[in-house]
């Protein structure tokens, strides 16, 4: 197993690069995007400023969005691996020195004070035991939070089916309309319980751009939501145009036979995810 | 929506009479001072006003945002806007104070939209989560009040030609409701 300094070290590293460096993967997709808009307008405008923005950044170090997030980490390990001691302790220490080193806005509060802890920690660190041998990675997400407030989860009803699920998740794409600074990647969570729907919806915001779902129905909703949310024509940062998402992931859980929970979770176009492999 | 010709802004505002001149979708670049604040900027500033703070409002702008701290030989770090809903609640009181625009990204509440109306203010969008180009047209940094709130100090800015899109002008008009009226076209 890693040591705690490695540990530390790797997330730091993560945390201030996904803050500074848009992936290669977001650039790809917002070029084709450009190609699509009017040309000469304000949405081929907006791409213009988006890819600036993202050289800009990288070149002089600074964070592509001042909101470098509330960290969002998710911790894949596979069955008979041990998490040592100190584990949560390093990655907070790791996040802590990315706000210092990284010159990152420091954004994390006491719900109720208000009182900001001034490191970005406490971190949010989920687990998932994935299936194989000898897996451990962990995935960073600074989560910008004018994205993240316009989350939406309903509990269905069976008799709503895919219609209502459809309907559900066009409704909160146009509810935030230019709030979430679109072109969005959609993350869509169905089925489970209740605070599982919502962290599926979350876990399909790291799925990797340019990949479906393997289930060929769920493969299919994926592409239908897609296109209807561009027919919205909210479009980049909601001034209007062809794209208001770049993707749309759906991860679906079995559920209850009385459920039906759906979940809406947004990554602005700022899509910065790093994942740090170990084993 | 195709581009229209850019406008030139100056604030403070020596003439008011300028905004008469904008319209919903207009793009515009803004130079000179502005002031700038979020969520516990205008909490402290409305809890202090007429106490022991007091500061002319009138004619000025106020740019929602929280910038990264500037790295060693930067004027600003990353400094894009911040979601202006959430400051909705805090706007009446600085339009009483003259207070003649404000700045950030995304939707306004029905109330926003009437008293910017009532008291002849202009709404501007600037470029969500393109924080690192926004920087580029900061000349300066000045801290005003309220060190203590880290990033969310009250500060003003030296800007030249920072771009932006007015989202709500005088007359009531609304660009991003213009936008969702023509939405559904054949993408």
């Known amino acids: 197993m890693v040591s705690l300094d490695k540990l530390k070290e790797e997330i730091k590293k993560a945390y201030i690069s996904s803050c500074i460096k848009l992936p290669n993967s977001v650039k790809e997709l917002f070029k084709q995007a450009r190609n699509k808009e009017v040309n000469g307008g304000l949405a081929q405008k907006v791409f213009d400023i988006l890819l600036q923005n993202a050289e800009i950044a990288e070149r002089e170090s600074l964070p592509l969005c001042q909101d470098t997030g509330i960290p969002v980490i998710l911790v894949r390990i596979s069955e008979g691996l041990t998490i040592p001691t100190g584990f949560e302790s390093a990655i907070n220490a790791g996040v802590a020195e990315a706000v210092k080193e990284g010159y990152l806005r420091a954004s994390v509060a006491h719900p109720l004070t208000r009182e900001n802890t001034g490191t970005n920690t406490p971190a949010i660190i989920h687990y998932e035991i994935v299936p194989g041998k000898e897996l451990f990675e962990i995935w960073v997400m600074p989560k910008g939070c004018g994205s993240e407030n316009m989350s939406r989860l309903a509990m269905l009803k069976p008799a709503d089916g895919l219609e209502g699920i459809k309907n559900f998740v066009l409704e909160t794409v146009k509810l935030a309309g230019p709030n979430p600074c679109p072109p969005l990647i959609v993350g869509v969570g169905i089925g489970g319980s209740f605070e599982h729907c919502a962290f599926l919806a979350k876990k399909a915001l790291f799925r990797e751009l340019g990949t479906q779902n393997l289930d060929p129905k769920v493969k299919a909703l994926e592409e239908e939501l897609l296109s209807e949310i561009n027919k919205l024509a909210i479009g980049p940062l909601g001034f209007g145009g062809k794209t208001t998402a770049l993707a749309v992931h759906v991860e679906v859980a079995h559920t209850h036979i009385a459920s039906l929970p759906v979940a809406v979770n947004f990554l602005c176009h700022s899509a910065r995810i790093a994942k740090i492999k170990f084993l | ?187």
């Open chain 2, 1 to 187: 929506m195709l581009l229209k010709e850019t406008k030139l802004l100056r604030f403070p505002l020596e003439d008011k009479d300028c905004l008469k001149l904008l319209r919903a979708g207009d793009v515009v670049t803004i130079s000179g001072w502005i002031l700038c604040g979020r969520d516990a900027t205008h909490r402290k500033i409305l809890n202090h006003l007429g106490r022991d703070f007091s500061f002319d409002f009138s004619g000025e702008l106020i740019y929602y945002v929280g910038p990264t701290p500037p790295p060693p030989g930067k004027v600003i770090g990353s400094c894009g806007p911040t979601t202006s809903s959430r400051l909705d609640p805090y706007l009446e009181p600085l339009l009483k104070l003259g207070l003649s625009a404000t700045m950030g990204k995304g939707k306004r509440s029905p109330r926003v939209k009437e008293l910017l109306k009532e008291y002849k203010a202009i709404y501007l969008a600037t470029f969500g989560g393109a924080g690192a180009y926004l920087s580029q047209f900061v000349e300066k940094m000045e801290l005003i009040a309220f060190p203590e709130l880290g990033p969310e100090a009250f500060f003003r800015i030296k800007v030249k030609d920072f771009p932006a899109i007015v989202i709500n002008d005088i007359y009531g008009n609304d660009f991003y409701e213009e936008v969702a009226s023509t939405a559904n076209f054949p993408a």
